[in-house]
């Protein structure tokens, strides 16, 4: 019997031959997800309605930006580390990625940007040494879903998920966001 790993494998053949890189990108991020013994739990929801200030409570840091306006540009995704560290992943769309040391205390106060015509920024890693994430427990703060380029984002990241938690505040979601987020979290599993 084919195994589901095989059935990627194919499916990574194909999009190669098929000249679709992107989809050859996604299917290895999820081949690497199955391989990985961390679950990674995204937090998603509509801009402005406190998905960062949850993910720094979870840490006990203020490893991400909170705004009352947009503040979260790329994901960040926070995992268990030795010591406490940042990192600035850059890609450049063809998969290929610059890593660059950021200061922690800078993450609070500004999301990183890109650099004048470099490749874009495509998340932040943060290692923290706290207890809740000893166990291969991984948080990603993501851009709000619902801006622009926001639900391409999320998207990605769900790829690259176990699971996603929804924050919601204030505000009630429009039906058709609901059916698009369900979705998207029956894809991440
Ligand atoms: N009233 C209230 N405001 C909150 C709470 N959590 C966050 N905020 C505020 O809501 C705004 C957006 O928060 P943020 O975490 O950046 O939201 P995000 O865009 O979903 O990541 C900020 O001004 C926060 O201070 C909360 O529990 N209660
Ligand atoms: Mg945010």
Request: charged share 30%; aromatic share 0%; with cysteine.
């Amino acid at each position: 019997m084919t195994t589901p790993v095989e059935l990627i494998e194919r499916a990574q053949v194909l999009a190669g031959s098929c000249g679709r890189p992107d989809l050859a990108e996604r299917l290895r991020a999820v081949r690497q997800r199955i391989d990985s013994r961390s679950v990674r739990v995204l937090v998603v929801g509509e801009a402005k309605k406190g998905k960062s200030s949850l993910v720094n409570a979870l840490v006990g840091a203020p490893v991400c930006a909170v705004a009352d306006d947009v503040a979260t540009v790329v994901p960040t995704v926070v995992r268990h580390g030795a010591a406490p560290r940042a990192t600035l992943v850059l890609g450049d769309g063809d998969g290929t990625e610059n890593r660059v040391d950021v200061a922690l205390d800078t993450l609070a106060a500004r999301p990183p940007g890109a650099g004048a015509g470099g490749p874009e920024p495509a998340r932040v890693e943060v290692e923290l040494p706290r207890r809740v994430l000893e166990g291969g427990l991984e948080i990603v703060d993501t851009a709000g879903v619902g801006g622009v380029g926001a639900d391409e984002e999320a998207g990605t990241m769900i790829v690259h998920a176990s699971s996603s938690g929804h924050s919601k505040r204030r505000r009630s979601r429009d039906p058709s966001t609901t059916r698009r987020m369900r979705t998207k979290s029956e894809v991440g599993r």
